[in-house]
């Protein structure tokens, strides 16, 4: 999956997706991460890990593209699929 971790940073396929028990997590290429749920009523991402809030961003055609903070990542819609 793709990420841009950093402000100013490009988007590049560094990232990695976990599914873990309840969510998902986002691996970093420095070792760090983020943990991500499903609202069970929308679908709607959400972090779980901490005060910064996930915010969605358009993006393309069978993505879904958000923002924590300065980093930003890029799913394919059919990676998601299935995650609770």
Known sequence: MECAIGKGAALSSDC???RAGDGIILHHPDGGFRRL????????????????????EPGEEGTVQFSIAADRYRIPQDVLVGTP
């Open 16 to 18: 990695t997706l976990e």
């Open 37 to 56: 749920t499903r609202d069970p009523s929308t679908g709607a991402l959400i972090a779980r890990d901490g005060a910064e809030p996930l915010v969605t």
